[in-house]
């Protein structure tokens, strides 16, 4: 009995035996702790609410996470609730200066940003992250000393927050030039600016679903 040897051409015509699909999951993301959650949320707020207390936290707060408003010198003078008028003053420093002696226009532009975005914030609070959406600047003339920004909502500030939910707020703006005493004050601009006001806790909600939604996405077959 001999054995039937196979020619090596009939080899490729031999049927492979099918192997096994492999699957290629996705790598989690690191998640972090739910305490170390908690400690950063805490250390959060609380840098929020010292930001608010005063003008010396707020300027310490200011050199760390916003080193333009530090170095400009911008201050909130006063804020009166009843009509949701806000004051601030913009110093004029040689930081704010261009080179013919005035107030640059890019001091002036992007200060109204971080005035207007104080004001919002001061109303609102720590538990809200407020982000510009637009704003618009108009120049009028010149500014040869230190700018008054006077802010006004055109909404109620008060009832939008009462709703719990994220709201747009539009706030004017008049840009005036500071007279000395016993002059009156120069109107050097005009703003306005849309701000989007949300409340952390939505953030917080669209993080846990966002991780909830990556956790249990099935792994992806590749095919061999």
């Known amino acids: 009995m001999t054995q039937t040897e196979v020619a090596p ?5 031999v049927p492979a035996e099918p192997s096994a699909a492999k699957i290629r999951r996705p790598a989690r993301p690191p998640i972090r702790s739910s305490r170390m959650q908690r400690l950063y ?12 207390r005063d003008n010396f936290w707020n300027s310490i707060c200011s050199l760390i996470w916003l080193p333009l408003a530090f170095f400009s010198g911008i201050r909130m003078k006063e804020l009166d609730a009843s009509s949701f008028a806000a004051r601030a003053v913009l110093p004029f420093r040689r930081f704010n200066r261009n080179w013919y002696r005035a107030m640059a226009g890019g ?10 975005g104080s004001y919002v914030f001061g109303i609102c609070g720590a538990d809200y992250t407020v982000v510009c959406k637009q704003l618009n600047y108009t120049f009028l003339r010149p500014c040869f000393g230190p700018a ?18 994220e709201f747009n707020i539009t706030v004017d ?3 005036q030039q500071q007279g000395k005493p016993g002059e009156q004050d120069r109107r050097v601009g005009r703003c306005e600016a849309t701000f989007h006001v949300t409340p952390k806790a939505h953030h917080k909600l669209k993080k846990a679903r966002r991780a909830a939604k990556t956790a249990g996405t099935p792994g992806t077959r590749a095919h061999v």
């Open 9 to 13: 051409a009939d080899l490729k015509s």
């Open 41 to 52: 949320d805490r250390i959060e707020a609380f840098v929020s609410r010292l930001s608010m």
């Open 107 to 116: 001091a002036l532009l992007a200060n109204s940003e971080i005035a207007g």
């Open 148 to 165: 008054v920004y006077r802010i006004q909502a055109r909404e109620d500030i008060h009832a939008l927050i009462a709703t719990g939910k």
């Open 173 to 175: 703006m008049e840009i």
